[in-house]
């Protein structure tokens, strides 16, 4: 049963806004009572005149106290929500959405593949994944981002390096770059994770995520170990309107994570 | 190096794991272990493309020269990639640069030396070139992916 709390808003106050790269900005909000979530569920950020907006949630889940988005600025919305100042407010509805996959990574590798803004509604997992390294196996991280200025959560990425395996990649740079260069599939290697066992989550533009599946079943991952995080536009973000139908799911309420084996029908069709 | 050890190392190499054990005798008959540092040029366009080249350990930068611009980077590459598919077709001259970003270890093999073998031997030449289609076939993905900056704001 659907209640009208998912409909109504509750106010938020910004506490801080950090500019992440040129186009996209992280929020820390201030929200009421504590936000709990799941790594991977989104909320509806609603400013008035502007409309709303499905963002996910970036932070950490021990921390419900700071509601962190991390946004970049393509339209009406997400333009208002990068122009707040600390001490705006801002409405926000959520959290929705079926998350990562956390209750079944224990004992297993873990592959985590982002692609540009993709890397947002992943890093709860990474943070979540990170902070119980003893029960699962090995933990990787894989980044693809347009640019080296390009790329979200930068000195945050060092201490991931650090910590578990960490590798970032990028389309472009300048001759001073001694980083990776390439397509971020490149930087899938078995050598990482056991493919008979490794649970994957992908986030990124859809024909990032394809070629990534696409190498990921070669080296023999199956299909229901392959989650992904998939964008429609949305509206009720409660199942309700039917604006984000994608198939026979709403990707509001079934997902926005479905596993490979769920979708594959759909994935890359034009306009399912 | 003993030519029993370059065999191994090569039988241990992703690019050549999968090969019979006699292209592998063969093809360590035509190769040597190079090392080379940080900053060094392993191959300028253009030049002749005498060798290619595979990465045991390390990393270095493909670039492509234009007039009065920089170098422009391309992609790098690590261990398990091949520099060079030149050494394969006339006028063998090498494309891009290659530049080590780190101290780097190559298996490094002799180009004419691997083509006589080849032509003497279609069996060999066959599976040679079908592992460089490979290598081809995946660049050309990465290519038209960088083309198409999959990252850039989407135009609806
Ligand atoms: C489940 C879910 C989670 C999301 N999480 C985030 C997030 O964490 N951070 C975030 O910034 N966005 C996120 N989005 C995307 C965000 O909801 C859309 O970008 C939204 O359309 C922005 O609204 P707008 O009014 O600012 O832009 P619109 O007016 O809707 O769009 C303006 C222009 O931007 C283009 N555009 C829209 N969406 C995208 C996109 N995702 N990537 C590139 N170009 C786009 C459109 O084609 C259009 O040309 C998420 C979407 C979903 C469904
Ligand atoms: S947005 Fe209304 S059903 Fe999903």
Request: proline share 6%.
């Amino acid at each position: 049963m659907i209640t009208t709390d998912v409909l109504a808003p509750v106010v938020a106050t910004v506490r801080e806004i950090q500019q992440e790269t040129q186009d996209t900005f992280t929020l820390t909000l201030e929200t009421p009572e504590p936000f709990n979530f799941k790594p991977g569920q989104f909320n509806m950020l609603y400013i008035p005149g502007a409309g709303e907006a499905a963002v996910s949630i970036s932070g950490d889940v021990t921390q419900p106290h700071e509601l962190i988005h991390t946004i970049r600025e393509v339209g009406n919305v997400t333009r208002g929500l990068v122009a707040l100042k600390p001490g705006d407010q801002l409405g926000v509805r959520g959290p929705f959405g079926r998350p990562w996959p956390m209750d079944v990574v224990d004992g297993r590798d873990v592959l985590v593949i982002a692609g540009g803004i993709g890397l947002a509604p992943l890093r709860p997992a990474v943070l979540a994944l990170s902070a119980k390294r003893a029960e699962i196996g090995r933990l990787t991280v894989i980044y693809g981002a347009r640019s080296p200025e390009d790329m979200l959560y930068a000195r945050e990425f060092l201490g991931w390096k650090d910590a578990f395996v960490a590798r970032a990649t990028v389309d472009t740079a300048s001759p001073s770059w001694r980083g990776n260069m390439g397509v971020v599939t490149k930087l899938i290697s078995p050598v990482d994770f056991d493919p008979t066992r490794v649970i994957a989550m992908i986030c990124g533009p859809e024909i990032m995520m394809r070629f990534a599946i696409r190498s990921l079943s070669a080296l023999g991952v199956e299909d229901d170990r392959i989650f992904l995080s998939m964008e429609r536009n949305m509206k009720c973000a409660a199942g309700i309107c039917g604006h984000c139908q994608y198939g026979n799911y709403f990707v509001c309420k079934d997902g926005p994570v479905f596993d490979y084996d769920q979708v594959r029908k759909l994935f890359g069709v034009k306009e399912v | 190096m003993m030519k029993h050890e370059l065999h191994e190392i090569l039988r241990q190499h992703d690019f050549f794991k999968d090969l019979p054990e006699d292209d592998l005798l063969v093809i360590s008959g035509c190769a040597k272990m190079v090392m080379i540092k940080a900053g060094e040029v392993l191959a300028r366009e253009g030049s002749d493309a005498n060798n290619f080249y595979v990465v045991r350990m390390g990393k270095l930068r493909i670039e492509q020269q234009a007039p009065a611009m920089k170098p422009q980077p391309i992609q790098t590459i690590g261990c398990g990639d091949v520099a060079g598919w030149s050494w394969l077709f006339p006028p063998y001259r090498w494309s891009f640069d290659v530049i080590a970003l780190e101290d780097s270890r190559l298996i490094c093999l002799d180009g004419a030396c691997l083509r006589g073998k080849c032509e003497n031997n279609h069996s060999l030449g066959y599976r040679v070139v079908k592992k460089f289609a490979d290598v081809l076939r995946q660049r050309l993905h990465a290519a038209s992916l960088q083309a198409m900056d999959v990252y850039a704001p989407r135009e609806d």
